[in-house]
Each structure stands twice: as structure tokens, then as C-alpha cells.
């Protein structure tokens, strides 16, 4: 017996933060996305979990505006409303990105300039919005730092010398420098040991507790998605086969999917 | 008909050295580069009797700007009679029958490297610096193709980025020469390794100046009135050298950019960068009558 | 209190309630229960009642959605309407359980690095009291409940289960809610943290909080209890075609 479709949302006040519809991208034979739509309020933690391959990380690069895809729209809810942002050209989406939104790459490489300073790693997201005060500059990026709880006796090492755990924060306190309108987290905590790994997850939920700072989280770990997110997508083969409040897809989950990754992973 | 009825008796053909073709295709990357300061434009860079990284750059640009009347002053780091100035203001007078001189306020058509003369240029003078390295982005982005997309979003945070990490591991800005400069509010370019002292000389300067990259086949310019502002902080200001006091042991002139010359006993001795300016100081206080330039420094500052 | 409604206002009507669960793997439908209908005012108390493991939990949860129901209406009348909680969106759940129902459970969902006392004031912060205020009345229920002074500003991860359960119901009970779900919220808890359990929940009653429990000993609240509802053992497995 399935359950019952759900309402539109009739409570919640305003305006989701992103909504995103009908996003399809191939990449030659592989239709990585398939007509996948997701909405995230503000203040909102969204995980999207799913096996490798299923388009999750696809989905996140998306997000991020680093690929176009080959159909769908993406709006932002951003004061100066630019429309679909998949029909921004580069140089508008490269300023939306740095001021609307952050992420944190599971691969440091990807998010940090690994021989310059991680003070300058931060830094430098201020610089693109455009701060010219060296005091400032040095005042937003230990801030940003330390509430990425970063010891900041290592404020002006440079990530190469890090170890996973504090790059990941050098990582999370260059998104939030500019206090982004949505957070993305690509597998932010894989890869790390264990311990570490509770401890990242941690200041995430801190911030998002102290700054209600929307996010989504992209896990193959269910235990990560349960720990950080109010809601949950679950991907397979580039769709969505399953959506709903985290505490019900894991207890109660629907789609035959979602149950073995749940009895798989629990 | 013979050969003879088909062709023209033997005349030099290529007035300035490079043909009419090579001097055309400098002439409309020139005009491009004027139209958009400080955007490097790509040229042909053709082969010259001196060897790339030598000033080739800047050798074209000037043989494709001389003309008869040119009064044509080279200079390589301030002075005039050293080897490499000396052979291609030779060479330029030779192909083009332009006049040469030392004297700054004199010529026309100044071809220099790393130094912007101290005596002020007017409107009716060229500056050509040669130019070994024209991209500033170089050091933060070694791929060229990005640089370039760069360049097009006026995306330079990183180069504030070096310049912050500068200060915080020195204390202070350590760019010495080929500082990082904005011109016209919208492309950052290298005004050459020229020292820090000489970087104000370009803003809103009368004169037009071409930096030119032979190897690199990179030409760009600042033309008349254009503002040229080097990247520097609100509250870090932009300093030059610390030259205002020190006083050249030959000429007794004080207040201009120095070399250093150690000294076998130890200490340092000081000397004018700009020979001919200290050689004018010179004869001036021998008794003759030089006119000098007004600089753009005076006592030690700079006097917009 | 804020969400006080006046006595006897309905607060929920669950019409034809059933829930099984379809498990894939074993081609196997499990049914919960079936044709539950119940009303419940404000103020009132219903216990669940009924043997082992005939779905008294789960239909707690089938209201508070961690459960999706097959058919029926759990109707709710919130602050500023009525709204069915079979069908209702994700998000507005979200924004229900953070603001008129209330759910307590023998388990804390214990969070590293953050403060018994910041974790049972956080309902009221959320809810625009002030800091300190709202510490201040954090410490007040922790003390209700017993737990040691020393032990508010230290981390409830290392708490003993006992000590845990207390912090979890100062958090959940803080903040009256409409509407208040209680799965054996009694066990693992000494003598003094029930007799302040019970206190506090006659308190909201009072208040004209609905409530709903499951209890191992339903003695202890049997003076706050207005009517029972008695689950019968119905479970069925089918195996589908």
C-alpha cells in the first residue's frame, strides 16, 4: 500500500529559498539527471543521498553552477531575483556564486588554493565580493575561521601542511565568509577518520544552529544525512525515487530502493 | 622584352628595418591597445637582429613608430651608454636615419627598460618600455587560457591575494618591480619591471606609453590621461622606494630613484638611475647651461 | 501560555486511520493497524492501551509522520487553521513539530558539544525568548527533574541513560506545545524525575495541552488520565500478488 500524496506546503511563511524543476543533463549515453526537482526553504538542511553514480554529486555541481544542464530551471530566492540561474552567463553566474552561495568540496583540492595561507584561502572570497581593506580582510577571515572552530594558531599555514579535518574547516570557512544564502556540502565529512568526521559534523550543525544558514548536504552516508538534515532526497540512476522528512525515510521509507539502502546501511 | 623592361633598379624597400606588412599589423594591434588600455593584444612578433628577451618587444614597436624626424633616446635602467642601449639606439638610427640623444627632454621616441625617465614627458612623446613577462596574472595562473578569462571578468582577487599573503608573512608589501596596476578601472596589467617609484609617472601622465613583449607577443598601452593605480589596500597605502633622501655621490642630486653601489670598504654609495639627468646636474654645476626638465618628483615626492 | 486553547476545542480528529508497511525485499505487507478514529480536545489526556507490540508506537508516530499512513485524516487544528497531518507537506510537519507538537520519547537524540542547558532551551529561544531568559528557565526544569547543578553546562553525550531521559523531557516539555505525544516517557526515570514528569504534565494539561502516551505503568499518570483507547491485536501479513 502506498502512502497518500502529499499537500503543497500551506504554513511554511514566504518563499522557498531554491526551487528547482525538471533538471535533466546527459553526458553522452549516461542521463546523469532525469527531470529532478527539489525545494528548499530557508533555514532548511536538505541531504540528498544515494550509491555513487546515482547523481547526486551531478546534481550538487549543478547547484554550485558549475555545469549546465541539458534542460530544467533553477531559481534563488536573492533580493535582486535573477531569474533561472542556469541562464546566467559566466561572468553573472561566477558573482552569484561567490556571494549567494558556498561549498565545501569532499576533495580539498577542488575548494582550496593548497600553497597559499588558508587565512588567504578565506580571504580571497572576500576579495571577489570585493573588500579592499587589508584589516577587514584579516578581521572576516579569522571569524570565519574560528567559527569553522579552526585553531587559529594556524590561521596563515597553508592547507598542504593541514591536516583532512582542518582543511575541510578552512573549506567551510571560505563559504561562509560571505555569509552565503545556501550552503552546499559535497561528502564533507568522507574520507575523514571517524572521530574527525563527528567532529566536522559538529561545527556544521553549530553553525546551522547559530546561523540558520540553509544547506544541502550530499552523502552516501546515511548516518551523516541523519545527523545533519531536516529532509531527505533519496537519488538513484540520476531521478529522485523518494522525498520526505528525515526522520521518516529512514523509519518508514517507501520506495524499494530507499529500503535496502536503509536495512544496507543501518 | 627582356627582364630588364620588367623590373625596377634595386632601391631599399623596407624603410625602419620591418616591412611594410609587419609594421601595418603593428600599427592596428597599437591602435587596439590604445583603444583598450592595459588589455594585452597578441601580435606576430617578428624576428629582429637582436636576440628575444633582448627588447625585441619594444625594438618594434619602435621601428614601426620612427620616421625621419624622430630624435630617438634608449636608455636600460637609467642609463644610456650601457651595451644593450647603446647597440639599439645604434641600430635604430641606422635603419630609420632618425636623430638620437640622450636627452630626455629632447627625443621623440623613447625606447627604455625598466625605468620611466625622471624629467617629466610631454604629450608629444612615446614611451616604449620593453616588456619580458606581460601577463600579471602569470604567477597565480599559470594556464594562459584562464588568465585571459580572467582578465575578461576583471577577476584579480588573487593578485590582492598575493599581496595580502605578502604582508602577512612580511609585514609588509615585498612587489618590488612590475607591481600589479589597474588601468583605466578595468584591466590589472605589469607596467614592466619598472621599480615602484616609477608606477605614478604613468597615471594621467601626457604621454603615451606602449609596453610590448617580443617573445611573449604581447602589446598594450597607456594611453594619454589614462589612470593607472596600483593595487593596494584602503588602509595599507601604496609606497615607493625609499630613495627621497639619499643623494647620488656623483651629481650631489638628491630626491630621484638610486642605484646602490656596494662598496668595497662596505656601506653603499649612491648614484642616479637616470644617467643623463645626473649628467645634466653635472654640467650644470660645471657652469654650463642645461635645461632640465621639471621632474615628477620634487624633494623626494611626487608632485601629480 | 501561548498555545492555550479554551477547554473542550478540538484539537485533533483522526478519521479511519490504518498503516502497514510494504516490505519490498520480502515481497510481505505488515498492517499496523486499521480504522482508527478518535477525537481529542484540549486538555484531554487518551492513553494508548493494548498489548505488546500492537501498534501503540507506531501509531504515536504515524501522527507525529514519522510514519506515513495508507488512508485516513489526522486532522489538526493549529494556530491559525485545521490541517490534515496524513497529507500535509513535508516542510509544514517541520514547521508543526517545531512549534505546536510535541513528541517524547525514551531516547534523546543527544547532540556532541552542546549543553544540557542550551539543548532544553532551545525550544524557547527558537520561539524568540531571550537568552538569558530562556536559560534561566532551562535550569529551572533541569532542576524539576533533578538533574544535578554541575551536570547543566557538561555535555548530555556522556550522560547515563537516566540522566539523559531527564534532559530530553525538560527540552520536550519547556515549551507547551498543542498537541503532545508521549511514547513511555516514564521509563528509565528514578521516583523524584517521574513525580516531576507528572507534575509537569498536569501542569500542560491544565493548560489545555492535548496529550496522548503510551505508558509501561500507566499508574503513574493514572489521575491526568481522561479516556483510553484500546488497540486491539490485529496484525495480518499479506503476501501480495
Known amino acids: ?266 | ?304 | 501560555m501561548p498555545n492555550c486553547d479554551p477547554p473542550h476545542a478540538e484539537v485533533l480528529a483522526v478519521e479511519g486511520l490504518a498503516k502497514s508497511f510494504r516490505m519490498h525485499h520480502l515481497d510481505q505487507t505488515l498492517h499496523a493497524f486499521e480504522g482508527i478514529s478518535f477525537r481529542l480536545l484540549a486538555g484531554e489526556f487518551l492513553l494508548l492501551r493494548g498489548p505488546n507490540g500492537v501498534g501503540k508506537s507506531t501509531l504515536l508516530r504515524t501522527l507525529y509522520r514519522s510514519y506515513l499512513p495508507d488512508v485516513g485524516q489526522i486532522w489538526f487544528n493549529h494556530a491559525s487553521g485545521r490541517i490534515d497531518l496524513a497529507r500535509a507537506a513535508d516542510v509544514d510537519i517541520a514547521l508543526l513539530r517545531r512549534r505546536e507538537i510535541g513528541f517524547v520519547t525514551q531516547f534523546l537524540v543527544a547532540r556532541p558539544r552542546v549543553a544540557a542547558q542550551d539543548i532544553v532551551a532551545e525550544p524557547l529561544r527558537r520561539a524568540g525568548m531571550a537568552g538569558d531568559a530562556a536559560l534561566a528557565e532551562a535550569q529551572r526544569w533541569l532542576a524539576a527533574f533533578g538533574v544535578k547543578r554541575d551536570l547543566w553546562r557538561a555535555y548530555p553525550t556522556s550522560f547515563s541513560g537516566g540522566e539523559q531521559q531527564k534532559v530530553n523531557l525538560a527540552r520536550a516539555l519547556i515549551q507547551p506545545p498543542r498537541l503532545l505525544l508521549l511514547d513511555e516517557p516514564t521509563a528509565s526515570l528514578d521516583v523524584g524525575a517521574r513525580a516531576a514528569l507528572v507534575a509537569r504534565l498536569a501542569e500542560l494539561k491544565a493548560a489545555g495541552v492535548a496529550l496522548i502516551g503510551v505508558f509501561h505503568h500507566p499508574g503513574d499518570v493514572a489521575a491526568l488520565i481522561d479516556r483510553d483507547l484500546m488497540l486491539s491485536e490485529k496484525k495480518v501479513f499479506d503476501v501480495a500478488v
Open chain 1, 1 to 266: 500500500m502506498s502512502a497518500m500524496q502529499r499537500l503543497a506546503p500551506v504554513l511554511m511563511p514566504g518563499a522557498p529559498l531554491l526551487t528547482l524543476s525538471g533538471v535533466s543533463r546527459r553526458y553522452g549515453a549516461v542521463r546523469a539527471l532525469q527531470d529532478v526537482a527539489l525545494t528548499v526553504w530557508p533555514g532548511e538542511v536538505l541531504g540528498i543521498v544515494g550509491e555513487s553514480g546515482s547523481g547526486k554529486s551531478t546534481l550538487l555541481r549543478m547547484l554550485n553552477l558549475e555545469d549546465t544542464p541539458d534542460a530544467g530551471d533553477y531559481r534563488l530566492a536573492l533580493p535582486e531575483s535573477p531569474g533561472n540561474l542556469f541562464a546566467l552567463g559566466r561572468f553573472a553566474r561566477r558573482q552569484l556564486c561567490a556571494r549567494a552561495i558556498g561549498i565545501v568540496y569532499q576533495n580539498p583540492h577542488l575548494g582550496l588554493l593548497m600553497a597559499h595561507s588558508s587565512s588567504g584561502n578565506v580571504a580571497e572570497r572576500l576579495l571577489i565580493a570585493g573588500e579592499r581593506s587589508f584589516a577587514r580582510l584579516r578581521a572576516r577571515a579569522r571569524e570565519a575561521l574560528e567559527a569553522s572552530e579552526f585553531p587559529l594558531s594556524r590561521l596563515d599555514d597553508p592547507p598542504r601542511d593541514l591536516s583532512g579535518g582542518m582543511q575541510q574547516r578552512v573549506q567551510l570557512a571560505k563559504a561562509i565568509a560571505l555569509e552565503p544564502a545556501l550552503l552546499l556540502l559535497d561528502e564533507p565529512t568522507t574520507g575523514l577518520d571517524v572521530s574527525v568526521q563527528a567532529l566536522v559534523l559538529d561545527t556544521l550543525k553549530r553553525l546551522q544552529r547559530d546561523r540558520r544558514i540553509t544547506m544541502v548536504i550530499v552523502s552516501h552516508d546515511l548516518g551523516v544525512i541523519r545527523t545533519m538534515a531536516d529532509r531527505v532526497v533519496v537519488m538513484r540512476h540520476g531521478r529522485v525515487v523518494e522525498e520526505g522528512l528525515v526522520d521518516q525515510v529512514f523509519q518508514d521509507p517507501q520506495h524499494p530502493y530507499t529500503q535496502e539502502l536503509v536495512h544496507a546501511k543501518l
Open chain 2, 1 to 304: 622584352m627582356s627582364l630588364h623592361d620588367l623590373t625596377r633598379p634595386w632601391a631599399a624597400f623596407s624603410y625602419g628595418f620591418l616591412d611594410a606588412e609587419a609594421k601595418r599589423e603593428m600599427r592596428r594591434k597599437l591602435i587596439k591597445a590604445i583603444a583598450v588600455p592595459g588589455c594585452q593584444m597578441p601580435y606576430a612578433s617578428r624576428e629582429v637582429p637582436i636576440a628575444r628577451g633582448w627588447g625585441t618587444g619594444g625594438l618594434q614597436v619602435t621601428l614601426t613608430l620612427v620616421n625621419p624626424t624622430s630624435v630617438i633616446k634608449v636608455i636600460d635602467q637609467g642609463a644610456d651608454d650601457s651595451v644593450n642601449a647603446a647597440s639599439i639606439r645604434r641600430f635604430l638610427t641606422r635603419v630609420s636615419g632618425a636623430r638620437e640623444t640622450w636627452d630626455t627632454t629632447e627625443a621623440s621616441l623613447i625606447q627604455s627598460r625598466h625605468r620611466v625617465p625622471e624629467e617629466r614627458l610631454r604629450a608629444d612623446q612615446v614611451l616604449v618600455l620593453q616588456v619580458p613577462n606581460p601577463e600579471p596574472l602569470r604567477p597565480v595562473q599559470p594556464n594562459m587560457s584562464i588568465a585571459r578569462q580572467m582578465h575578461a571578468d576583471a577577476d584579480y582577487a588573487r593578485l590582492w591575494l598575493v599581496l595580502y599573503e605578502q604582508i602577512v608573512r612580511a609585514g609588509r608589501i615585498m612587489q618590488g618591480a612590475a607591481y600589479p596596476s589597474m588601468v583605466n578601472g578595468r584591466h590589472v596589467m605589469t607596467p614592466s619591471p619598472i621599480p615602484r617609484w616609477d608606477v605614478p609617472k604613468l597615471n594621467m601622465a601626457q604621454h603615451l606609453t606602449i609596453l610590448s613583449a617580443g617573445r611573449e607577443k604581447r602589446l598594450y598601452a597607456v594611453p594619454p590621461f589614462t589612470s593607472v593605480v596600483p593595487l593596494a589596500f584602503s588602509d595599507v597605502p601604496y609606497k615607493v622606494e625609499d630613495h627621497a633622501a639619499l643623494t647620488c655621490a656623483r651629481s650631489g642630486l638628491s630626491g630621484y630613484f638610486m642605484n646602490e653601489i656596494p662598496q668595497a670598504a662596505g656601506g653603499s654609495a649612491y648614484e642616479t638611475s637616470d644617467s643623463n639627468l645626473g649628467i645634466k646636474a653635472i654640467r650644470r654645476a660645471g657652469g654650463e647651461t642645461v635645461e632640465i626638465a621639471p621632474t615628477w618628483y620634487q624633494g623626494g615626492e611626487f608632485r601629480p
